[in-house]
């Protein structure tokens, strides 16, 4: 068997947390990470018939029966991942029943997963119906995102359109955009089944005055759509408040699109 600590999906996530962490996406123990992982290469690091403990999921996860992903742990601090993997991070298997959860290596401390696994576990199902090549669902608390929040109107299209404004490649990284939930009590099913809604259609999701949620196929591709969606509302709170003489136009933006040959919500766009 191979150590787990040498595991390059561990190592994935300490970097990720580590990355976040100093972006200042994730005070304290804001944000959280769910990776899908391969059976046969946890095979190679866990003996995969050792079950730790059984934690209840608290819904049904039925089309996840069997898979495995890898997940923070709540009230965990992103900055501790690196130092102690095994405490702030667990390997968990759906149990046959779909509402359990089977802990396979981590939370030593006697901890639980994240308290977002509703929405981590549905947006996983929504998305793997439209890509099966899909295994990443990342949370944060982006600092200009969240600004945005405050002085944007919540609406996927005009925010999705300000943001595509605010640098040239946005529209090439998120052509899909973004979708956008009004406030919402977090930790709950009920946050859970509205992100996955959003998720049929796009791969980022902001939680009104929280956060983000994205999902990719990697973790680099996710990282990526949430660190652009996160430059751009920089550029947005450094001059929202200035008059502005220039912008990205409509036909610019379809110009793009059209160049990359990226399939973009036309329907975001005046023309
Ligand atoms: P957890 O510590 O349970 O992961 O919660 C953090 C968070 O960001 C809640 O939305
Ligand atoms: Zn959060």
């Not at 150590?3 to 123990?29: H, Q």
């Not at 639980?112 to 949370?139: G, I, K």
């Amino acid at each position: 068997m191979k150590d787990i600590f040498t595991a390059p999906f561990v190592e994935e996530m300490k970097r990720t947390t580590a990355n976040m962490y100093r972006l200042g996406w994730d005070e304290r123990n804001g944000g959280n990470i769910s990776l899908l992982l391969d059976t046969d290469e946890v095979a190679e690091y866990l003996d995969l018939g050792h079950v730790i403990r059984t934690i209840p999921i608290g819904f049904e996860a039925k089309a996840l029966v069997g898979r495995i992903f890898i997940v923070t742990g709540t009230g965990k601090y992103f900055k501790n991942v690196e130092v102690d993997p095994e405490t702030n991070l667990g390997i968990i298997r759906i149990a046959e029943d779909g509402c359990t959860a089977e802990l396979l290596w981590g939370y030593k401390d006697g901890g639980r997963f994240t308290s977002e696994l509703p929405a981590h576990l549905m947006s996983h199902m929504a998305r793997l119906e439209v890509d099966p090549q899909h295994r990443v669902v990342m949370h944060c608390h982006p600092t200009h995102t969240l600004a945005m929040n405050y002085v944007h109107e919540l609406d996927e299209r005009k925010m999705t359109h300000t943001l595509w404004e605010m640098c040239t490649e946005c529209i090439v990284v998120f052509p899909d955009g973004v979708g956008v939930l009004p406030w919402m009590l977090c930790g709950t099913n009920s946050i859970g089944e509205a992100t996955a809604a959003k998720m049929r259609e796009f791969r980022l999701v902001v939680w009104g005055m929280h956060g983000i949620y994205g999902a990719g196929k990697t973790m680099d591709e996710t990282f990526g759509l949430i660190e652009t969606v996160e430059k751009a509302a920089q550029i947005y709170m450094l001059t929202a408040h200035l008059p502005r003489i220039n912008t990205i136009r409509d036909h610019e933006l379809r110009e793009l699109a059209e160049f990359f040959g990226v399939d973009y919500r036309k329907d975001f766009l005046d023309l």
